[in-house]
């Protein structure tokens, strides 16, 4: 059906170059291939994740129902934000730039919701002793019990844990910056810089995210020098390619949602 | 060179226009209700390998859904479709070379 509908010669265009390989243009394809080398930094997490999980007998099953349905929370707002994505780049083909902004908002809208959720689980954990030896120490440490011995006895669940969710926070966090830029351009660098305060100053210095908030302000930098060397308006190919992305950091999220969380589910 | 991606792009964009709305809205609805069935297999107590195969299967129902709906692949021309999707399956299918060593792990008991 695609062959019919997208000819490789482009009859409209003088004939100075060869017709696409691929049947679309080249920012296209060049955001596939790094989704595909992306694929491949997830998929080592993940089969890193389930090579401890095989090889350990006493493997935890720490998540109680309040995290199962946080969890479940946060994948209705990414399936949710890849729907808003879709109706962006609809709205950027059909040249509405008025909807193509509020859809592309109301994407990082659902992608801050689950940031923040996800924060909010990882500091829960965190304080009730599943923690990493790089991670402050806590005063309530002392008195954790479960998720402390989950920590002592199988390291192996809090490396692979952060290392898998915080891989996919950061694509997050980076995605609702990508898609901040091209919907608002440089009006969203001030609004990035008050978002690095606020991450900053509103956690405590014993928060693993303390630190790393200024993920924020390096990203704010380096958007502001793409933007100062390459002013542009973003059209509508400009969108899909950002969705492509957006939508690979929720499809990415429907292997570790099954695989980390409810295959590890406690329910009494 | 510009003008020329440009009217691959605008070729592209024109294909978008196409697309019924109502079949993103049937896509999510759809991927929200196997996320549902997901959970609500957490909560029967299955074995543990059972219920792995269901929700890999699920995941991998829903993965496809996304990359051709969502991410437009079902719409890509045919050598776009199995060169990525070929390339990107068998890649991840090599990394499952280290799992007999897990399994041996385990048959041996180290603790």
Not at chain 1, 118 to 128: F, V, Y
Not at chain 1, 159 to 180: E, N
Not at chain 2, 32 to 37: Q, R
Not at chain 2, 75 to 96: D, F, G, P
Request: glycine residues 6%; hydrophobic residues 55%; charged residues 10%.
């Amino acid at each position: 059906m695609s062959e019919a509908a997208l000819p490789h010669d482009l009859p409209d265009v003088p004939a100075a170059y060869e017709p696409s390989l691929f049947g679309t243009y080249s920012k296209k394809i060049g955001m596939w291939l790094f989704l595909l080398s992306d694929s491949l930094t997830f998929g080592a997490l993940l089969y890193a994740y389930s090579y401890g999980r095989i090889s350990t007998p006493n493997w935890p099953t720490p998540f109680h129902s309040e995290s199962i349905v946080n969890a479940t929370v946060m994948t209705a707002f990414l399936l949710t934000s890849s729907l808003t994505m879709v109706l962006a780049v609809r709205a950027a083909v059909f040249g509405d730039a008025k909807k193509q902004r509020l859809w592309l908002l109301a994407t990082m809208a659902c992608g801050m919701g689950f940031v923040i959720l996800h924060g909010r689980e990882w500091s829960t954990l965190i304080a009730e002793g599943l923690t990493l030896p790089v991670f402050p120490k806590l005063a309530e440490h002392a008195t954790a019990t479960e998720f402390a011995d989950v920590a002592k006895t199988v390291p192996q669940f809090p490396a692979t844990f952060f290392g898998l969710t915080g891989m996919h926070m950061l694509h997050v966090t980076l995605g609702v910056i990508y898609l901040g830029i091209v919907a608002l351009r440089r009006t969203f660098i001030p609004i990035l810089l008050v978002f690095w305060l606020a991450a900053w100053l509103g956690t405590p210095a014993s928060s693993p995210f303390h630190y790393g908030a200024h993920i924020l302000l390096v990203a704010a930098i380096v958007c502001a020098i793409i933007l100062w060397l390459k002013p542009k308006v973003y059209d509508s190919a400009d969108v899909e390619v950002a969705g492509l992305y957006w939508h690979f950091v929720d499809l990415v999220w429907m292997f570790i949602f099954p695989l980390v969380y409810l295959m590890s589910a406690k329910i009494l | 060179m510009e003008a020329f991606q440009q009217a691959i792009a605008e070729r592209v964009a024109e294909q978008h226009r196409h697309h019924r709305m109502t079949q993103f809205f049937v896509v999510w609805a759809a991927l929200l209700i196997l996320t549902a069935v997901e959970v609500y297999l957490t909560y029967q107590n299955m074995p543990a390998v059972r219920m792995l195969t269901i929700l890999i299967g699920l995941s991998l129902v829903k993965a496809a859904l996304i990359i051709g709906y969502f991410m437009h692949m079902k719409y890509e021309i045919s050598r776009m479709k199995w060169l990525t999707m070929c390339s990107l399956v068998a890649c991840l299918a090599l990394m499952m070379i280290f799992f007999p060593d897990a399994l041996r792990i385990i048959s041996l008991g180290v603790k």
